[in-house]
């Protein structure tokens, strides 16, 4: 009789409501020109029908990301976008007397800028800053349409800043500002540099956000990479190779890395190359693609139990 009873009250229970999807959250990395490859990432994803709810970037990562969350032609503007104002590094792998005299006098301009200056791309700054002006259409990030944030670093405490607010030119500048070759920001009294040097995977940035999933698209990490030929470039090299490491732990924190294959090695500034990176991005994620689709089954899973 009770069991009768049970079952005839399980029969009249009002079903649970159903809850909403998990909520996305998509982590991208730096890696300058090697970034570009986060827009392919974020085309491949749209194409399988996974749309992020909450992004944060870090240096280029926070170009694409600003870009994509709060311009509909994101995708045309980040890959046509002018990298003629960059500033050039010296590459004496180049061969030829010729080359070797132009590269010499960069080597110059990049030494004097380093010592009497903030770097060899200050320059540029204004020009810089009126490109990320028209990638983000001069709003706010309040004004994305989905939550944004980028990470930067207080050059003098080493601590980690992320930017979730102000005008979006201002927090990706903050981020992106590469030491020894571009000013750093000031915001509320810090100066702010590249978000890479204190984390180049915020992830819990993400999931404090409210994000269930998350993935990371993972441009900075070079495992390939030239053979350096003077002190530059093996300062360069040392960097990257901690940064490496601090990536692939923090990575191991998310529920997904997609990591990009190069065919051959690309540059923080070879920004000629941004299709070729976008590409790459692309086909790292539609590699990931059963993964990506389990990873979304099973976060609907758990959101409707």
């Not at 069991?3 to 991208?28: F, K, Y």
């Not at 900075?220 to 003077?230: D, E, G, I």
């Not at 901690?242 to 998310?254: K, S, V």
Request: hydrophobic fraction near 40%.
């Amino acid at each position: 009789m009770t069991r009768d009873l049970t079952i005839e009250a399980d029969r009249t229970r009002a079903p649970s409501p159903r809850q909403p999807p998990p909520r996305i959250g998509v982590v991208l990395s730096g890696g300058g020109a090697r970034g570009f490859a986060h827009a392919g990432f974020l085309r491949a994803l749209n194409h399988l029908g996974i749309y992020p709810d909450i992004i944060v970037g870090v240096s280029m990562g926070a170009v694409v990301g600003g870009t994509y969350a709060l311009n509909h032609a994101w995708y045309d503007d980040l890959i046509d976008m002018d990298t003629s104002g960059f500033p050039l590094l010296p590459d004496f792998s180049e061969e030829g007397t010729i080359n070797y005299l132009k590269n010499l006098r960069l080597s110059q301009k990049v030494i004097t800028g380093m010592y009497f200056g903030w770097g060899a791309g200050q320059p540029t700054v204004e020009w810089g800053r009126a490109m990320l002006r028209r990638l983000t259409l001069g709003k706010t990030l309040e004004e994305a349409r989905i939550p944004i944030f980028a990470s930067a670093t207080d050059m003098e405490s080493g601590e980690r800043v992320v930017i979730g607010s102000g005008l979006a030119e201002d927090a990706i500048y903050a981020s992106s500002a590469l030491a020894g070759i571009l000013p750093p920001a000031s915001r509320d009294g810090r100066l702010l540099i590249d978000g890479g040097y204190s984390d180049l995977a915020p992830i819990d940035v993400a999931r404090n956000a409210g994000a269930d999933i998350v993935i990371v698209s993972d441009a900075a990490t070079s495992f390939r990479s030239s053979l350096p030929v003077n002190g530059i470039q093996a300062m360069y090299r040392a960097i990257e190779i901690c940064q490496n490491e601090h990536t692939r732990l923090r990575a191991a924190q998310a529920d997904l890395v997609i990591r990009p294959q190069f065919d051959t090695p690309v540059g923080v500034l070879d920004f000629k190359r941004k299709r070729h990176c976008a590409a790459a991005g692309a086909r790292a994620t539609f590699r990931m693609r059963r993964n990506l689709l389990e990873l979304m089954s099973r976060g609907a899973a758990t959101a409707n139990r």
